[in-house]
T-cell receptor, first 113, second 116 residues
Framework: GDSVTQMEGPVTLSEEAFLTINCTYTATGYPSLFWYVQYPGEGLQLLLKATKADDKGSNKGFEATYRKETTSFHLEKGSVQVSDSAVYFCALSDPGNAGKSTFGDGTTLTVKP | SAVISQKPSRDICQRGTSLTIQCQVDSQVTMMFWYRQQPGQSLTLIATANQGSEATYESGFVIDKFPISRPNLTFSTLTVSNMSPEDSSIYLC?????????????FGPGTRLTVL
C-alpha cells in the first residue's frame, strides 16, 4: 500500500538557518505529492504541491521537487523565520488508490530568534 | 479553494456518551473525508463520505462506532459513539479539489475532543 516516511523531529533551528525536511514515499500509481503545514491551534493548510516527476512546488520561500527516481519530495527553505514554526506534513494522493491521501507522521519545526 | 467550518471546535465528554461533529463547506463538493489526529500523531483517514451513498470506512473503523451522514453536497456529520478515553483526538473534515476530489485537500479547523 501507499506510505509516506518523513524525517523524524522535532527540528530546532535558529532564525535564517537553512531547512531541509526529508520525505520519501511508496505508491502503487503515479501520485501527486504535497506538503501541508499546521500552525499551532489551527487546521492543516496546503503549503505546496507537485503533480508529476521533476515538478517543483514552491510557496512562501519553501520549495520541494518531485523526484521519481529516488521517490522523494524533500522540503527546503533557504532562511527560516520564527513564524515558520509549525508542524509540516508530507502527503501523497494516489489515483491508483481512489485518490485517497496518505500522510507522513509530521515534523515539528521550532525556529528560535 | 474551499472554506470549511466545523462545530464544535472542542468538547469534553464523559465516557459512554456520543458526540456529533458537523462540517460545513462553502461550495458543493463530491467527496468529503473524516480524519482523526491523535496527540502528536499524523492523520488517519476514518472514512470517505459521498452524497447519496453510504460512507466508505477504512480498515479499523466501523459504522457503529463512527456513523456518518452526508445529506447534501455541502454538509456532513461524524458521530463518535460510546466514547472512551482512547477516542480523545482532533477530528478533521476535509474536502478534495480536482477531478473526483483527488487533488489538494482543504481542511476544517478541527474538533478537539477530550473523553474523561
Amino acid at each position: 500500500g501507499d506510505s509516506v516516511t518523513q524525517m523524524e523531529g522535532p527540528v530546532t533551528l535558529s532564525e535564517e538557518a537553512f531547512l531541509t525536511i526529508n520525505c520519501t514515499y511508496t505508491a502503487t500509481g503515479y501520485p501527486s505529492l504535497f506538503w501541508y503545514v499546521q500552525y499551532p491551534g489551527e487546521g492543516l493548510q496546503l503549503l505546496l504541491k507537485a503533480t508529476k516527476a521533476d515538478d517543483k512546488g514552491s510557496n512562501k520561500g519553501f520549495e520541494a521537487t518531485y523526484r521519481k527516481e529516488t521517490t522523494s519530495f524533500h522540503l527546503e527553505k533557504g532562511s527560516v523565520q520564527v513564524s515558520d514554526s509549525a508542524v509540516y506534513f508530507c502527503a501523497l494522493s494516489d489515483p491508483g488508490n481512489a485518490g485517497k491521501s496518505t500522510f507522513g507522521d509530521g515534523t515539528t519545526l521550532t525556529v528560535k530568534p | 479553494s474551499a472554506v470549511i467550518s466545523q462545530k464544535p471546535s472542542r468538547d469534553i465528554c464523559q465516557r459512554g456518551t456520543s458526540l456529533t461533529i458537523q462540517c460545513q463547506v462553502d461550495s458543493q463538493v463530491t467527496m468529503m473525508f473524516w480524519y482523526r489526529q491523535q496527540p502528536g500523531q499524523s492523520l488517519t483517514l476514518i472514512a470517505t463520505a459521498n452524497q447519496g451513498s453510504e460512507a466508505t470506512y477504512e480498515s479499523g473503523f466501523v459504522i457503529d462506532k463512527f456513523p456518518i451522514s452526508r445529506p447534501n453536497l455541502t454538509f456532513s456529520t461524524l458521530t463518535v459513539s460510546n466514547m472512551s478515553p482512547e477516542d480523545s483526538s482532533i477530528y478533521l473534515c476535509s474536502v478534495g479539489a480536482g477531478t473526483f476530489g483527488t487533488d489538494t485537500q482543504y481542511f476544517g479547523p478541527g474538533t478537539r475532543l477530550t473523553v474523561l
